[in-house]
């Protein structure tokens, strides 16, 4: 366009000396009219640059926007492919997991119940086991309270027995040096008197001194009807030789305690069915042998008194 302008306007100052004015105004004229539109056609072209550089820009926006979506796409797809997979691995594995759910149901089931009837099993043992723990607790309440009712009776039993062994020792003070001992022990009395006390040298024959210490003791016993009283004949180891009434010691510490229960019989308010006479010979000696001291000590006369426990052996029954 500019070209044709520019060679238009050569012709016409070429011609301008060789042609008319009313042609040379026609010409100006139309020279203006060219330039107006040759400027408006430079403004369209402009606007023309303008939408097209504006249109480039557009479409490379397009093409990044393009560009992105198509990443976006691959990526979903990716994921999608990726996410298949996965749900077909699930779906094979709840495929085979669902193909043995029924035996293992069955075997889990059969489990259960086998665990339920082992846990009902425990459970009825467990309440019978409470109930003779109950049961135990209250016999062993019972016992308890026998117990001490038993222990009750053992030391009125023994303080009864401190308080005969003070009557008797007290009944057989003017005996105290001449071979007679008074102790406590076990629940026990003994009341031991040397053979000086009561009889001559190889004799079961009770002196007028002995008798008298007898009777003072039965006075005691008297005063105490629920005391078994056992006397017990002891010798020493030199043997008896004395004439043909006796076989021997044994014989004699025999007939010597039978002396002591016979002269306490002589008291009525014994009774003699708490009276036991034994003999023991020398095979319980309390001293040595080897000396005079220790033979005279084993030549004794031991009354025992034991408090009768037929209360306490009915409570030890009941426990």
Known sequence: MIKKISLLLLVMSISFSCVSPKVYKDLEDKYASLKRENKQLSSDYNDLLKSKNEAQNNLNKLKKQYDEAVASRDKLQSDYNATKNSLENLKASYDALEKNSSSEIAKNSQKNRELLAQLEAKEQALAAENERLSNLKKILDEK???IQDLEQVI???????NALK????KALTNFEGKGLTVEQR???VYISMENKLLFSSGSWA???EGREAVNQLGNVLAANPDIAVLIEGHTDNVPYAGNGQLSGNWDLSTKRATA???ILRENRSINPENL???GRGE???IASNETAQGKAKNRRIEVILTPKLDEISKLLNEI
């Open 260 to 262: 002591i229960v016979n």
């Open 166 to 169: 003070d009557a008797i020792s």
């Open 283 to 285: 095979y319980a000696p």
């Open 206 to 208: 009770v002196g007028s």
């Open 276 to 278: 036991t006479a034994a």
């Open 155 to 161: 030391a009125a039993k023994d303080a009864k027995m």
């Open 186 to 188: 076990d629940g026990k």
């Open 144 to 146: 308890s309270g026998r």
